[in-house]
């Protein structure tokens, strides 16, 4: 059985403003067996662990790293924490954000989302995929990571709801600026690159050559992954959901996904007629076979929190 609880020992300590710190600790098992999308689950002095997105690794080091937010009292515990110090860590959880077979890839990140992006860029430069990152905050006094991305990626927008940094908007506007630049300069190899959207297959995105990834707020994950299908990309949404226990017992996590049905058969509606003397006679519906889509529950802590968008139930 994979062990997943590690003691880390805290190495490295990074005060980005006065609410986002970036942690780094020794793990050569995390490192070594990370995907960019999975999560780890740190225990503090509150009785539930808190989930982060894995934000970068470092193999030859064995270390990884978490950009965290202060947002209540478990988030806050993590910026008392001193170098030296070793905490409980379940990692890597979930199910991270699949790369075969793509050749360029956009990325759009707010909040918090963007240190999971991080990591996602390396990988996707390591592998050689041509990557674009549109990212969105409120004011300049918000952005995160701004000179690690741009140093990262093939081509960078920074928009800020107050146009103090960037182009003055949402995510969204530089997602579409970014793409409107690609789309310009690639001419008719843009269709060669795109794939049959409505042909995906779950968790499975084998002919893509051209994909979208968001990891930030919900509204700006729907209003992206609408305008991917638009235009005809494949789109993949790292979910945040309220976590226990992390590991898929406790279903806290539930996520409503779309399901095509596997042929539902239909037991054959069977009428008993009375006839002449009492004989009898079964009459024998067609046995129907329905495709429709069904909704259910996937969990985000062990299918997620990456899903493709096609299933999220919005
Ligand atoms: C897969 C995943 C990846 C995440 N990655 C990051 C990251 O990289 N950086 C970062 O700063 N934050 C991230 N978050 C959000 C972070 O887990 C929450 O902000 C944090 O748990 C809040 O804890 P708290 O005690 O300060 O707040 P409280 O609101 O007091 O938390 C109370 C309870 O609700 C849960 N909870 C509250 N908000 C969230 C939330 N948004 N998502 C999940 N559970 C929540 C907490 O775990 C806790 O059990 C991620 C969440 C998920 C699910
Ligand atoms: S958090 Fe318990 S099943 Fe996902």
Known sequence: MRKIEHDCTLIKKTLLNQDNIFLTFQSQIISDTAQPGQFVAIKGPAFLRRPFGIAQVDRSAGTFSLGIRKKAAGTAAFFDVEIGETISVLGPLGHGFELDGLETLFI?????????????????????????????????????????????????????????SGIKGFAQNALEKLWSDFSNNCGSNLEDLKSDVDNFVEHSFENSKIALFCCGPHPMMQKAATWARQIGIQCQVSLEERMACGIGICRTCAVAVKRESDAVKREPDTEVIKADAGAIKNKIDTVEVRHEPEFDYDRCCVEGPVFPAEVVQW
């Open 108 to 164: 759009i990140g707010g909040g918090t989302g963007i240190y999971p992006l991080l990591f996602l860029l390396e990988t996707a430069k390591r592998k050689g995929i041509k990557t674009y990152i549109a990212t969105g905050f409120r004011s300049n006094d918000d952005v995160l990571l701004a000179e690690e991305m741009n140093g990262l990626a093939d081509g960078f927008c920074l928009a800020t709801e107050d146009g103090s």
